[in-house]
């Protein structure tokens, strides 16, 4: 998995958020795996599905998006967001029916070559895991992720020579 730089997340949120409501299709997907959320009004997960409610800013004078989500089984529900005001990448936890899932945003997985010749992540959203994640496991993750985006762009440049 890679980190998506921010212009490629503000072009998968509005593309998110805008089809939202006319998704009608649900996902499965395994721990571990990045959710693609285009095409999917809920991803199904091992213990629950997890779909994308709206957005919302929290404080009329900073300049905050939330994108919320809820996740349910079939006896229970939460609920978690993903606020930010412009930095990407993050992690939060919830808990559903006693367990414990962490959520770790703005990842992507792959890399896939554009009609253009550029060479972009072949997939990118979000990945859920069962139990917390140590902040070592996310720090060592994260570095992960930025060696694979990288080594993806570094494509294009090796095309183009």
């Known amino acids: 998995m890679i980190l998506l730089d921010r212009r490629m997340l503000t072009a998968l949120l509005i593309c998110f958020v805008s089809a939202c409501a006319a998704k009608t299709q649900k996902c499965a997907r395994s721990y571990g795996d990045v959710v693609e959320v285009e095409g999917c009004s809920s991803v199904k997960l091992p213990d629950f599905s997890v779909s994308f409610v709206g957005d919302s800013q929290p404080m009329e004078n900073l300049p905050m998006q939330c994108w919320n989500y809820e996740v349910s089984n079939d006896a ?47 997939t990118s959203g979000h990945a859920f895991y069962a139990g917390v994640l140590s902040t070592k496991d996310l720090v060592n993750m994260g570095q992960e992720q930025d060696q694979g985006l990288a080594d993806c762009y570094a494509r294009t440049k090796a095309s183009a020579n």
């Open 76 to 122: 229970e529900k939460a609920t978690f967001q993903q606020c930010h005001t412009g930095a990407l990448g993050g992690a939060t936890n919830f808990i559903l029916a006693g367990k414990s899932f962490t959520v770790v945003f703005d990842v992507a997985a792959g890399c896939k070559q554009l009609p253009s010749g550029s060479w972009v992540p072949e």
